[in-house]
Each structure stands twice: as structure tokens, then as C-alpha cells.
């Protein structure tokens, strides 16, 4: 087995956050081109449902994508080694960046159908929710506690 090295593991842990941040904001940057270019025309037939299941699905996903992490995060603590801890928190930092993650999607492609800007705008603030939780070695001694 390897030797654990926090240097490499905040270095992949960045490269997933980064990742998942670049995926979202290629969507926005293409749904926004597509949409605003005229390039290609959705018919939004009946959406007036995605007025309620977006925000709806945005706000559920991230209470539970915090719920989740928080759960997980209690779960490392009881760890007996440091990367087992670390390995825990970088699982629950992806489950926590998944549930986030979903809804940014689905605002995006709600904002592609309808055109309307309260979705990509949705989309935007989960992304800058996203900013706001760079994963880094002193906030993870600090959640676990270490």
C-alpha cells in the first residue's frame, strides 16, 4: 500500500472540484451560445411545471447534499487513521459535489427549453455555492477535527 501524502490528495481532490466546477460552467457557456444564437430553436411545449420542480429539486438536493456530507463527515471523525479519515472526507465531499450538482444541471437545461433566465440564474448560484466550498487542507483538519 501506498503512503498516504496530503499533498497529492488535496492536488486529486482539486482536480475533481475543478472538474465538476469546468463541466457546469461549459454547460451554461453552451446552453447560453445555443439559446441567444438562434443556433437551435427548443419548443418548450408544457414547462410550466419546471417552475416548481426546479427550485424545488435545487433546494431538496442541497439540503440533502449537506445532510449527507455532514453524516459522512461524523462517520471519518470515529476513523482510527488519518487516511482513513481523509478517504472518508474525500467521499463525502463528492457525494456532498453530486448532490449540488444535479440541480445546476437541471436549471441549465430548464433555462435551454424555456429561455428563462430565473433557471440559469439558479444554475449560477449553485455554482457559486460550489466556489465557496474549494475543498483545502485546512478545512478539512477543521471538519474532521484533526
Known amino acids: 500500500m501506498r503512503k498516504f501524502s496530503p499533498g497529492s490528495y488535496f492536488r486529486s481532490l482539486t482536480w475533481i472540484y475543478a472538474s465538476l466546477?469546468?463541466?457546469?460552467?461549459?454547460?451554461?457557456?453552451?446552453?447560453?451560445?445555443?439559446r441567444n444564437a438562434w443556433l437551435i430553436h427548443p419548443e418548450p411545449g408544457d414547462?410550466?411545471?419546471?417552475r416548481w420542480?426546479?427550485?424545488?429539486?435545487?433546494?431538496?438536493?442541497?439540503?440533502?447534499?449537506n445532510a449527507m456530507f455532514r453524516k459522512r463527515l461524523k462517520e471519518a471523525r470515529g476513523k482510527p487513521t488519518f487516511a482513513k479519515k481523509m478517504n472518508d472526507y474525500?467521499?463525502?465531499?463528492?457525494?456532498?459535489?453530486?448532490?449540488?450538482?444535479?440541480?445546476?444541471?437541471?436549471?441549465?437545461?430548464?433555462?435551454?427549453?424555456?429561455?428563462?433566465?430565473?433557471y440559469l440564474?439558479?444554475?449560477?448560484l449553485i455554482i457559486l455555492?460550489?466556489?465557496?466550498?474549494?475543498?483545502?487542507?485546512?478545512?478539512?483538519?477543521?471538519e474532521l477535527d484533526v
Open 53 to 65: 420542480i426546479v427550485p424545488l429539486f435545487a433546494a431538496g438536493s442541497i439540503y440533502q447534499g
Open 21 to 34: 466546477v469546468f463541466g457546469q460552467v461549459i454547460f451554461v457557456l453552451i446552453a447560453f451560445y445555443l
Open 90 to 118: 474525500r467521499l463525502a465531499l463528492i457525494v456532498r459535489y453530486a448532490f449540488w450538482e444535479a440541480p445546476s444541471l437541471l436549471a441549465i437545461a430548464a433555462y435551454f427549453l424555456t429561455g428563462q433566465w430565473l
Open 129 to 142: 455555492v460550489f466556489l465557496a466550498h474549494r475543498p483545502d487542507i485546512d478545512k478539512a483538519r477543521r
Open 47 to 50: 414547462v410550466d411545471i419546471l
Open 121 to 124: 440564474s439558479l444554475s449560477l
